[in-house]
């Protein structure tokens, strides 16, 4: 399966990485210190090592390990190591010159090279330490010095002795660096490192660094560079579980398919710490690793069949021995892989007869486990000890347990097996009182709540091909709901033919639960105008019924539904008072789902009536209690969503990029990944990480391309498209797909998410069609007449769109300010009006606390200032701007700002002497907006009555005072810094 045995990208210990780092620029300063790094045996020590020597090519580095050597280490093996690297480098004579005195007789004592070692006793030993030090003082003196001192964990007495001198008595002055790995698996409560790391770690010149384990991030980045792809998330998934994050353990997993059999080099390296053990304690062992990873004590007990004198007996050379670890009332194995090592060394008889015992103990008592643990692991044995009957019946009861502990993963696994097993047991659905349409049923619901979307739309299919839709209108139109369900998350298409045709089958005079249901689910997915009075009704009656039948789950959702159909964001406190009687409803039937969205509903309320700080709160909120209902990689990634979205608005943008990095560790559904994803991408193109942008979009791409979304994903995606392709000078492709989404979408439809796509099609506009030529709407270029007609449309859609709220108030001032007076304004003072329109836009987004969107309509303002001749007032609207972009770290508004100043002398910025930006003259000017217009040299020429030589120079110095290589790079830079913007 693998291709590099081990990963070419080092992953997850960049700050371990940078602590060594910091200790090592202290050595090349001259400052001694010592780094002592400890992690569980394969968490990546050694690799952490290589990754820093590789970068230390100045020092002198010196590497040792320490030798295992049955229950002691070899004596002194890693400065034996350390002396002999430097003969073979300096001679046998180049070190004794360099030994304080001249005399190496007590150097001998670690090689034979250096002759009879000199004495015995204490001050034999005394000399060997001092000489040690001396040489690494005497070599720190040339460069730095890196000594590593590998598995100190099978360090002898002799070599602690000396690791604790050298540490302890380092000169802080002498440019030495010290730093020892070892293992903290093999750390015993007595064993003899123990207690010389907690004298190390007194010194003040001494830094602890533990290796954690790699979160799944992680993992997956350490397997894609060995596969060199990305594992499939199910391969993962497994992986990542078996593993919990060792990067050995990953990759012994990989060399091995991530198949059932542990690689036999990685079971001699996890049992060589049991075979140490009694043998009573390795059959113990063997039967507490049928039990599972961590075991309970009177489980155990009742499993092994021994009274609790020998039980204790046995099980205290496993803890003692750190194989296994007290954890309350019970065991744990150190690593699971541990116990898989163990458990696959039992003969099948004895595995079958191991998880038998364990049935029948729990069968007996299923207290002895908390719930649901026991319902779970009885399912576990059962199916391990290959009964299928008891399997799928214990497996449908663990199900069950599960579910009452909102612990859908779980249950999704269980309800799973059931499938699995059922054609093996003839009386299935006698033993479990369900039929297989039914647990098909049950599997698609909670697969839609793990957020297995994929797997929900499967199941609830083959259950739809296998029933009679008019023979069983009950049963059909529950699974066509749940897949509507689905489907609408999943963004694909069919969601509301489902629904209309699962409200046909239950349609009934008398109200009923399921009728109440399928309406509510219908209300809650028509959109669009078209459909808004169905939408009403639907709500409505679905409202009513849940009301008379007393399911408050149905009137709450029912409510949220009609809230949003009756309310507009400039009517957001009603909206708020009415999500607050769904949440009462929904908390007083104990419907998670329902408190879910209602959380939902209200931060997507308060940011879309630019409620920014009030929206984040409350997503806050909802965050934790998708926590806590087990929810967090579906109620939890949308609600991340909602909390990144206001943190942007907010300018708040690393908060926002940990947001959006946690929700996808949680590995979300797709269409949240690329919602999520999408804020990510606002903020790196803001910044000018055009590249990442890319990346982040591509990804995006892939997840929008599988599936039909609403306009909430689509158009903020067509947003960051067109801002990509315009920040990279690329305004005939920026253009095209302006005109697609004028032409292909209704904008009309839902005014929140199209004023920002008017408002980035003005903007873009703006690099394409001259000011001068706006009020004719006319151009010279065939970029300017398509930008023109382009904003013909543009302004005819922005007369008809509708305003709602504070928020798209700001958008719509902006939306006017970038477009300028329409071509028939008779109105005076053009300039006058621009100035004002600017100022309004920028004051609107100043009240909403959103300063991206204030400093970019500054500068606009300023610009307009200064064509009216108010320099001082240009001024003040520019150091605003340049204030708040510094805070964002916006670099191209940062560029632009610059531009701009130098361009009007504001801020005493250097400029050409005729006031042009960059050093341009009048001229060069001239040929950068014919280059960004896309003629070449000859076409210029023509254009300004030059000869095309004369245009090549022109080039060529436009190219220099850019500090760019193509003439794309001029385009976009010019473009980047609205180096054509004239004064408005």
């Not at 964990?153 to 002799?158: E, K, L, N, T, V």
């Not at 060589?272 to 690793?289: G, I, M, N």
């Not at 000890?385 to 999704?412: F, I, M, N, P």
């Not at 609408?488 to 009923?512: C, I, K, N, Q, W």
Request: aromatic share 4%.
């Amino acid at each position: 399966m693998s291709i590099h045995a081990v990963s070419p990208r080092f992953v997850g210990r960049a700050r371990e990485l940078a602590t060594l780092g910091d200790a090592l620029a202290r050595a090349r300063a001259g400052a001694s210190s010592a780094v002592l790094v400890g992690g569980e045996a394969g968490v990546g020590k050694t690799r952490l090592i290589k990754e820093f020597t590789d970068r230390a090519d100045d020092a002198l580095v010196l590497v040792g390990g320490c030798l295992e050597l049955g229950t002691e280490g070899l004596p002194f093996a890693p400065f034996t190591a350390v002396l002999r690297g430097l003969v073979r480098e300096l001679g046998r004579d180049g070190v004794a010159a360099l030994v304080p005195g001249g005399t190496t007789r007590g150097l001998a004592r670690l090689l034979p090279e250096f002759g009879e070692p000199d004495g015995e006793g204490p001050e034999a030993r005394a000399r060997l330490f001092e000489q040690v030090l001396g040489l690494l003082e005497r070599l720190a003196e040339e460069r730095p010095v890196l000594l590593i001192v590998e598995d100190a964990h099978w360090a002898d007495r002799s070599t602690r002795d000396l690791l604790s001198f050298l540490v302890r008595y380092q000169p802080t002055a002498a440019g030495l660096l010290i730093v020892v790995t070892y293992r903290t698996d093999e750390l015993h409560r007595t064993h003899p490192l123990r207690p010389l790391l907690a004298e190390l770690g007194r010194v003040e010149r001494v830094r602890r660094v533990e290796l954690r384990r790699l979160t799944r991030r992680e993992a997956v980045a350490q397997a894609a560079g060995i596969l060199e792809r990305e594992p499939s998330p199910a391969d993962m998934d497994l992986i990542y579980a078996r593993s919990e994050g060792n990067p050995l353990f990953v990759e012994a997993l990989l060399s091995d398919g991530g198949g059932v059999a542990l690689p036999e080099s990685l079971r001699d390296l996890l049992l060589a710490s049991v075979e140490r053990l009694p043998a009573e304690t390795q059959e113990l062992l063997r039967v507490a690793s049928a039990g599972g990873q961590r075991i309970e004590h009177d489980l155990l007990s009742a499993v092994a069949g021994l009274d609790e004198s020998a039980l204790s007996s046995a099980l205290r050379p496993a803890v003692a021995g750190n194989v296994l670890t007290v954890d309350g009332e019970g065991y744990c194995f150190r690593h699971a892989l541990i116990r898989e090592a163990l458990h696959d060394d039992l003969l099948p008889g004895e595995h079958t007869r191991l998880h038998t015992r364990f049935a029948e103990a729990l069968e007996r008592d299923l207290s002895i486990l908390p719930a649901p643990r026991g319902a779970i692991e009885l399912a576990h044995h059962w199916h391990s000890a290959h009964d299928a009957t008891w399997a799928l019946v214990s497996a449908w009861q663990a199900a069950g347990v599960a579910r009452r502990s909102t612990a859908y993963d779980e249950q999704l696994r269980m309800l799973s097996r059931v499938l699995e097993l059922w054609d093996q047991v003839p009386d299935a659905s006698e033993r479990i009182g369900c039929d297989r349409i039914d647990v098909l049923r049950n599997t698609a619901t909670v697969a839609h709540l793990a957020g297995e979307y994929e797997r929900s739309i499967a199941l609830a299919g083959a259950a739809l091909a296998e029933i009679d839709h008019d023979a069983d209108p009950i049963r059909a139109a529950k699974l066509l709901r749940q897949r509507g369900l689905t489907r609408y998350d999943l963004g694909r298409s069919g969601f509301v033919d489902d629904l209309r045709e699962a409200a046909a089958l239950v349609a009934s005079d008398r109200p009923t639960r399921l009728h109440a249901q399928v309406l509510e689910t219908l209300s809650r997915m028509l959109h669009g105008r078209e459909v808004w009075s169905e939408r009403l009704a639907t709500s409505r009656l679905a409202m009513k019924i849940g009301h008379e039948l007393g399911d408050r789950k149905v009137e709450a959702h029912a409510l949220i539904d009609l809230t949003w159909a009756r309310f507009g964001f400039s009517e957001i406190e009603a909206q708020l008072e009415a999500f607050a009687e769904a949440r009462r409803l929904a908390g007083g039937g104990e419907a998670y789902n329902a408190l879910m969205r209602c959380a939902i509903s209200e931060s997507d309320a308060l940011e879309g009536a630019g409620r920014h700080e009030r929206a984040a709160q409350v997503a806050r909120d909802g965050i934790e209690e998708a926590r806590q209902y087990g929810l967090a990689r579906t109620s939890g990634a949308f609600l991340s969503i909602n909390l990144a979205e206001p943190l942007v608005s907010l300018g708040q943008w690393d908060e926002a990029l940990e947001v959006v990095e946690h929700a996808l560790d949680l590995a979300p559904p797709a269409p949240y990944q690329a919602s999520l994803q999408g804020f990510a991408t606002d903020i790196a193109l803001a910044r000018g990480e055009f590249d990442r942008a890319e990346r982040l979009l591509g990804s995006s791409r892939s997840v929008l391309s599988r599936g039909t979304f609403r306009d909430q994903t689509v158009l903020p995606h067509l947003c960051r498209e067109v801002r990509l392709l315009h920040a990279r000078g690329e305004l005939e492709a920026a253009l095209e797909v302006a005109a697609q989404a004028l032409e292909e979408r209704d904008l009309l439809e839902t005014p929140r998410y199209s004023w920002p796509v008017l408002v980035t099609i003005a903007d873009l506009l703006g690099s394409v069609v001259p000011q001068q030529g706006r009020a004719a709407t006319g151009g010279e270029t065939p970029l300017a007449k398509l930008g023109a007609a382009l904003l013909t449309r543009l302004r005819a859609l922005g007369r008809e769109l509708e305003v709602d709220g504070d928020l798209q108030q700001a958008q719509h001032l902006t939306f006017t300010a970038l477009t300028g007076p329409e071509p028939d304004d008779g109105a005076a003072g053009p300039i006058a009006g621009q100035f004002e329109a600017w100022d309004r836009a920028a004051g609107a987004w100043a009240a909403l606390r959103q300063p991206y969107a204030e400093a970019r309509c500054l500068v606009g303002a300023a610009q307009a200032a200064l064509a009216d001749g108010d320099r001082q007032g240009a001024a003040e609207r520019l150091g605003r701007a340049r204030e708040l972009a510094t805070r964002l770290g916006a670099t191209p508004l940062l560029e632009q700002l610059d531009a701009f100043g130098r361009r009007a002398r504001i801020g005493g910025a250097e400029e050409a002497a005729d006031g042009l930006p960059l050093g341009l003259t009048a001229r060069e000017l001239e040929v950068l907006r014919e280059v960004a217009n896309g003629r070449s040299n000859r076409e210029i020429a023509e254009a300004l009555f030059i000869s095309a030589k004369t245009v090549s120079v022109h080039v060529s110095n436009i190219l220099a005072k850019l500090g760019v290589a193509t003439r794309g790079e001029a385009a976009a830079t010019a473009y980047r810094l609205r180096l054509f913007d004239a004064p408005l």
